[in-house]
């Protein structure tokens, strides 16, 4: 029996491709990873995806999700408290500025231990759903 419904925006291993290269300035890369703009409505779905993990350790303007995460900080005012680049950062590599956090690095691929056969060598977030994560994030000015 097949079920209908909803297309999620679950989050995938991206291709196996090299990575582009980016530049981290300071606590930012300030320069986005892709040449089209992200789009902050794509951005907000891969957010709230409790597959994609950001709401089981963060909270946020998400009303229809009854439980969110206590672990982070908030996402409410994201783009009040940091800029683009230091949003992009975050979701690349958390780790370039805390060593100790448990926050994954969603467009890494080298020098990480204990990875699923399936993530092996590809980011676990593509190039333009960082954008369109930072689009949305830099949203939320409240």
């Known amino acids: 029996m097949l079920l209908a419904g909803p297309l999620l925006?679950?989050?995938c291993?991206?291709?196996a491709q090299a990575l582009p290269p980016y530049a981290v300035v300071g606590d930012a890369i300030p320069e986005p990873l892709t040449s089209a703009r992200g789009d902050a409505a794509r951005g907000r779905a891969l957010v709230v995806e409790r597959s994609s993990t950001c709401i089981l350790c963060h909270s946020g303007p998400f009303p229809e999700q009854k439980f969110?995460?206590?672990l982070a900080?908030?996402?409410?005012?994201?783009g009040r408290r940091w800029s683009?680049?230091?949003?992009?950062l975050r979701?690349?590599?958390a780790?370039?500025?805390n060593a100790a956090t448990i926050m994954p690095s969603y467009y890494r691929v080298d020098g990480l231990h204990r990875v699923g056969t399936l993530?092996?060598?590809k980011p676990i977030l593509s190039a333009e759903q960082i954008e369109d994560i930072v689009a949305y994030l830099g949203s939320l000015r409240e």
Do not use: F, H, N
């Not at 900080?73 to 994201?78: D, E, I, N």
């Open 13 to 15: 291993p991206a291709s």
């Open 91 to 93: 979701l690349v590599d």
């Open 84 to 88: 683009e680049g230091q949003l992009r």
């Open 119 to 121: 993530w092996r060598g």
């Open 68 to 70: 969110q995460g206590d």
């Open 95 to 97: 780790s370039r500025l």
């Open 73 to 78: 900080p908030s996402l409410a005012g994201s």
């Open 9 to 11: 925006a679950v989050p």
